[in-house]
């Protein structure tokens, strides 16, 4: 991984922890921010008076302009910028949401700056960035040629099962949606977690998305 600096910028309606954010990072060579905002509104208005930022740290949950709205406009508008989630809980439907709406990953609130750092080069370059929640048997078989697509390797039912993992549904729901028992939809989830080497919903929804295997417009 090289080591330039990258420019990056924090969006955070908590001054304090923007801050704090600030000062922590100003230790860091590999990084430069070159603005912080306190939600989406004023990171437009900043966007056209500094320069473009390579990777944005964004909150979820700010006022006028909400991580969502700022991340989905980046999108659209930049999206050479790679937007990194900044979650205080690992709750499933805000975080997938974020990545529909164009962010590359997330990461803790509570996480080490070291860990941030080491996030933030990762995502600049990739363009994702796979934390612990989808891990070594997915990038083995990502990275191995020779294995047939990962989506030749899915069922149909599987294959809409993912497709659904990226909606609001609840499993419950998305049981009645594919005429399904809830105990078939959890042998589905229990064996793309065990056939990925998965953790949670999230992880499920960022791997299918790298991966191409869902129509995030029918999400």
Known sequence: MDKKTIPIAIIDDHTLFRQGLISLLAEFPEVDIVFDAANGEEMIEK???????E?????????VIDGYEATLWLKQQHPEIRVLAL??????KPIIKMLKNGAGGYLLKESRTSDLVNAIKIINQQGYYLNDLVSGKLLK???????PP???QLSAN???FLQLCCSELTYKEIADQMNLSPHTIDNYRQ?????FDLKSRTGLVLFAIKQ????LSQC
């Open 212 to 215: 191409e295997l869902i129509d």
């Open 141 to 147: 078989s990502i990275q191995n040629e020779h294995m």
């Open 150 to 152: 990962l989506s030749n």
């Open 47 to 53: 966007l056209n008076k500094h320069p473009i930022p």
């Open 158 to 160: 599987e294959m809409k």
């Open 55 to 63: 990777v944005i740290l964004m909150d979820i949950s700010m006022p």
């Open 191 to 195: 064996e793309l977690f065990q056939k």
């Open 87 to 92: 979650s205080m809980f690992e709750e499933d």
